[in-house]
């Protein structure tokens, strides 16, 4: 018998973390120009010695103004999308269930592009209006998860082909949906199809947006990280979870809209990107074992490394063009999910 | 057999658990307890428990018995506070089972369902632990006495041996045997148990019985036991519910509801009953001619 322990949890977060750090200086080397990391850390030593007033201007041009918010920007959402991907799964006892597959990242990209589409015939203020985007991914996000709900429950219990056939058909037609509205005059002057189908990173957030993402993430993950106990009861039915003493019907309330906000935040600033959720959770599974106490964090810090070695990439095989995020992740995510669905019907 | 002044309490739970008025020598109390299933109000309702009742004290065992769709399943989820009877009441030291709050009930009223499916493996130690959710703050980690607990439960039923080995990689008996001690775990004042036997061979049963048996007696619980299992109730009850379509038909020792007309009629097939030395009924069935 060896239970959890704070002290063992630390540990394991310990090691993801500094494995995401290792990961995080590499892909602040690596691009269509090459640095020198070592001068760059020379150069950082020296402005916090107060040796020199600015690190040189190549390093700062390209390393901290465009690499470095892209990197965080990874972090914050691979981070959360597999938050997300982790309660999902635990939620509808699903192995397979992940926001993208569900069809809940189609969702709050409709919802992301209405937004947009209002602010640009309201002409809203910038403040208002970059609040409205995440908020509107974060009430499509919601819907779409309690429609497949929905469709996947069958004479009161959930059902596991119904449920991912109800995901899949309705992320195709929001899929359509999306189309649409970027075709129709209002929305043409939107990012691209491929930005809100595929995902991509491109976009180089400012830092007050990279706050307002991790402090989202920290607050709704934080809340799902409050029942992860109950998460642990109810992979063995929502029933047996109520006999063991959880509180069922909030636990799945709360835990659905903090994996919706997460989905919302992570949808807004960089699309519908695939499969992070899926199958970052798996690794850490079978690496860490099922128990959410450690799984939620790890797999956390695990979606982090994950898509940021996913658009390291993405920016990197066909330098100086840039591909999809998305592109990157699918290409490693479906074939998983193929070997997983048939190691599970076999 | 119901108390007036016990059915006149109210049945909200109180937190602290105090033991209120009444008989303390019983402790699980169903006094005309009565359920209908129906999908919707409109039509005509599928299934109907009628109105019944009983009591058990600790360290007893109350089998439920009767044939398939005789709502032996249904009377034990209203025993256990997961539905709420149509009218009457079920108290259990006098607090009404339904209208605990969650964890609340779970620290008294553990079930062993028949089968506990799991989504992804989970080694037998951390599966008797989740009996210590109900006891701990959701974010807590296990203490030295939820540890403590946990490996006496899985000492208590003979299953020490199998701690450290995965859930999906352990026989029926031995998986049976692991369901009961997380049940343990909870500590509960009253133990459930869905068909415990249905998929153990005859050896198994009987061990797995007499455990039943010497838990209860050592730990006092009450226990409840929903079988169709005619010998073994005989052999291990100390009442019997009868029921069948949704009537109770007789409550009390198993020497006085093991008649041969009443079963022979319940299970619609010929018997006979016999008195062994100790005083326990014995069935044997007949093929049908």
């Not at chain 1, 982790?86 to 509808?92: E, K």
């Not at chain 2, 428990?49 to 089998?63: C, D, N, R, T």
Request: hydrophobic share 50%; proline share 5%.
């Amino acid at each position: 018998m060896r239970p959890l322990t704070l002290g063992r949890l630390f540990l394991r977060c310990g090691i993801l973390a500094v494995i995401l750090f290792v990961v995080v200086v590499i892909a602040l080397k690596m691009g269509a120009v090459q640095v020198s990391l070592y001068g760059l850390g020379r150069d950082l030593i020296r402005v916090m010695l107060r040796q020199s007033s600015a690190i040189s201007t190549d390093y700062g041009m390209i390393v901290l103004d465009i690499r470095l918010p892209r990197i965080l920007l990874g972090i914050v959402v691979g981070a959360s999308l597999s938050v997300a991907g982790t309660s999902f799964q635990a939620l509808l006892r699903n192995p397979l269930a992940d926001p993208y597959v569900l069809g809940v990242s189609s969702g709050a990209a409709v919802g992301a592009i209405l937004a947009l589409i209002l602010e640009n015939q309201l002409s809203l203020s910038p403040q208002f209006a970059g609040l409205l985007t995440p908020l509107c991914a974060f009430v499509g996000a919601a819907i779409t998860i309690a429609a497949v709900y929905l469709l996947g429950r069958r004479e009161g219990q959930i059902d596991s082909g119904t449920l991912l056939l109800g995901g899949i058909i309705t992320a195709s037609f929001l899929n359509a949906v999306i189309m649409f509205l970027l075709t129709v005059p209002a929305g043409g002057n939107l990012r691209g199809a491929v930005y809100w189908l595929m995902g991509d990173l491109s976009t180089i957030p400012d830092v007050k947006l990279l706050g307002f993402l991790f402090v989202g993430f920290l607050i709704a993950a934080g809340v799902i990280y409050t029942t992860a106990s109950d998460l642990n009861l109810l992979l063995a039915g929502e029933k047996e979870a109520m006999h063991l003493g959880v509180d069922v019907p909030r636990v799945r309330i709360v835990v659905y809209l903090a994996a919706s906000i997460l989905t919302g935040l992570a949808v807004s600033v960089s699309g519908a990107i695939g499969y992070v959720g899926l199958l970052v959770p798996h690794v850490m599974r079978l690496i860490f074992g099922s128990d959410h106490r450690l799984l939620l964090p790890v797999s956390a810090l695990g979606g982090a490394i994950a898509l940021v070695i996913a658009d390291t990439l993405a920016r990197t095989v066909l330098a100086p063009s840039d591909l999809p995020v998305g592109a990157m992740t699918a290409m490693a995510g479906a074939p998983l999910f193929i070997y997983l669905l048939r190691r599970k019907l076999a | 057999m119901s108390t007036p002044l016990r059915a006149q309490m109210p049945s909200a739970a109180n937190p602290s658990g105090e033991q209120p008025r009444g008989n303390p020598d019983v402790r699980l109390s169903v006094e005309q307890a009565s359920y209908v299933y129906a999908p919707n109000p409109s039509q005509a309702p599928l299934f109907t428990l009628e109105a019944l009742s009983f009591q058990a004290k600790p360290g007893e065992i109350v089998a439920i018995l009767g044939p398939n769709a005789s709502g032996k399943s249904t009377l034990l989820q209203l025993v256990s506070g997961a539905l709420e009877p149509l009218s009457g009441h079920i108290f259990l030291n006098g607090f009404s089972t339904h209208s605990f709050p969650p964890k609340t009930r779970a620290q008294r009223i553990a079930l062993v369902q028949q089968e506990s499916r799991l989504l992804f493996p989970s080694r037998v130690w951390e599966f008797v632990l989740q009996g210590r959710h109900a006891h701990g703050r959701s974010l807590r980690f296990e203490s030295e006495d939820d540890i403590t607990i946990a490996k006496n439960a899985l000492a208590q039923v003979g299953a020490s041996h199998l701690a450290d080995r995965w859930m999906d990689k352990i026989s029926g008996g031995e998986k049976q045997r692991v369901i009961l001690a997380r049940a343990l775990a909870q500590q509960p004042l009253l133990l459930l148990l869905d068909e415990p036997t249905l998929h153990l061979d005859i050896g198994a049963q009987v061990d797995f019985l007499d455990s039943l048996r010497r838990l209860a007696a050592e730990n006092r619980y009450t226990v409840v036991v929903v079988t169709h299992e005619l010998n073994l109730t005989g052999e291990y009850a100390d009442q019997v519910v009868l029921l069948q379509k949704g009537k109770c038909l007789r409550v009390g020792a198993p020497a006085s509801v093991f008649q041969r007309d009443l079963l022979e009629q319940v299970f619609q097939a010929p018997l006979s009953v016999e008195m062994t030395s100790s005083g326990r009924p014995r069935v044997t069935l007949f093929a049908n001619k």
